[in-house]
């Protein structure tokens, strides 16, 4: 979509804005188009609304004002960016996004760190697969009686009276360990955003 720009007289207003501009899409970068649009627009509107109750012939001085009221698109759009990503994480259940999004909210609040643990945890497990793979008779569910329970990398002999329990189903149990941690995951991130816009 092509969006109009705002014109200036004087060319120094010009550069202030195309640089403000500039810097808002490379804020909004990481966000699908429709919603980059979106923000740019919001933006412009804003320019474009205040600059007519301002005065036409310091154009340079009403925008550099205009704009200082706006702030900084790094701080005053990096809510909105965090808010649309994980918007668009909880609609596409795409691991990136979901990734992008908590590491966008980390600043948020306690609950998006301990999702992020989780996603840790998550990553883990994915881990282990691969481990399984590469080390089959050293990686598994190990478990002692009273004193120890292991899932991951460890031995099984007579002597130490440790038992390996998933054996074969150790890949099955960590890809089903997956799938439901991540919809689990996704479904929490779903339910923190619509409490956030309740709130709001």
């Known amino acids: 979509m092509k969006i109009a720009q705002i014109k200036f007289n004087q060319p120094a207003a010009a550069r202030v804005y195309n640089d403000y501009m500039k810097r808002v899409k490379k804020v909004t970068s990481s966000l699908p188009k429709e919603s980059q649009d979106d923000i ?35 701080e005053v759009l990096k809510p909105l960016v965090a808010d649309k990503k994980l918007e668009q994480a909880t609609k596409t259940f795409n691991p990136v996004h979901v990734f992008k999004a908590l590491a966008l909210n980390i600043t948020n609040g306690i609950s998006y760190i301990i999702f992020a643990i989780l996603y840790l945890f998550l990553f883990g497990f994915v881990i282990l697969i691969i481990a399984k793979i590469v080390y089959p008779s050293e990686v598994g569910l190990y478990y002692k009686p009273n004193t120890l329970f292991v899932l991951g990398m460890g031995t099984v002999t007579k002597e130490n009276g440790v038992h390996e329990y998933l054996g074969n189903w150790f890949i099955p149990a960590m890809v089903l360990a997956i799938a439901v941690f991540y919809i689990l995951l996704t479904a929490l991130l779903k339910l923190k955003k619509n409490l956030n816009k309740n709130k709001s």
């Open 40 to 74: 740019y627009m919001e933006m412009n509107s804003h320019i474009f609304e205040a600059i007519q109750h301002k005065d036409k012939l310091n154009e340079i001085d009403s925008l550099l004002d205009i704009l200082e009221k706006l702030g900084p698109p790094e």
